[in-house]
DNA sequence: TCTTTATATCAGATCAGGCTTATATAAGCG
DNA sequence: CGCTTATATAAGCCTGATCTGATATAAAGA
């Protein structure tokens, strides 16, 4: 199963939409989305699962409790595939943006470049 | 079926990288995914069908032809969700930059804003 | 017009995903 | 310890996605 058949689903994608605000315990993952999809327990874990054996969370056990968090890892690969097709919407200046916050940061703040694409003329 | 459906397969995510380079008779299209996957022809048509009917490509004739090309709809709300994430990856100064070029670009260019967030103290 | 080329659709078979009910595991508590 | 709470796994069913081979449609060319 691919990265984006893990998201296919809608209840897993409200997972990690609950799971975006911090970590949670199964148990009140599974109440919201129960609620919400009309699913049984067995159901949400399944897909708990899911997202876990995709690396999309990590989990850690709190006595009985299973606490959730997202794990960016997928969601980040995902992210660098639609990179491909960016340029169809974004405009430029974004895609320096990008360029710019991802590698050359720490250049910046070590050597305090005076080289200032930012402004452009 | 949901946009991250149609991307969950990868003779689509295929088809998809390929008009990424500019539009594609059906033909060529299938000549190469063919070659890749060993797939039919009918089943390539199938899935120019559903990236179509999901809207993710356009097409238009050309005689007997058929040419497909990139449609960046689906594409660009996928981006929208991942935003709610990217915070988990993305140094912030990204999320300022995409803010910037997205919303502000012509405001800062018209108004020369001397508010500057880019400089933390 | 007849034939070839380009692409789409149809019908049927297969398989994977997701759901439910029932049950297992393990911690918390009286 | 038993009982309850929290979560996971198992087994079986059902639906829908995808594939193939056959066929339809339509443009191009002899």
Redesign the pocket.
């Known amino acids: ?1 691919h990265a984006f ?1 893990v998201l ?2 809608p ?2 994608r409200r997972i990690l939409e609950l799971l975006a605000d911090g970590e949670q ?4 993952l ?1 109440e919201t989305v129960r609620r919400e ?7 949400v ?6 997202l876990r054996e995709h690396g999309f969370t990590t ?1 850690r ?1 709190e ?4 606490l959730y968090a997202v794990d960016p890892g997928p969601l980040r690969e995902i992210d660098a595939w639609l990179a491909g097709f960016r340029r169809f919407w974004a405009p430029p200046l974004a895609a320096l943006a990008t360029e710019l916050a991802r590698g050359r940061r720490e250049r910046r703040l070590r050597e305090d470049d005076p080289d200032d694409e930012r402004t452009t003329p």
Do not use: E
């Open positions: 199963m058949d296919g689903d209840v897993r315990p199964a148990g009140t599974g999809f009309g699913i049984s327990q067995p159901a874990s399944q897909h708990l699962k899911v989990v056990a006595g009985a409790r299973r």
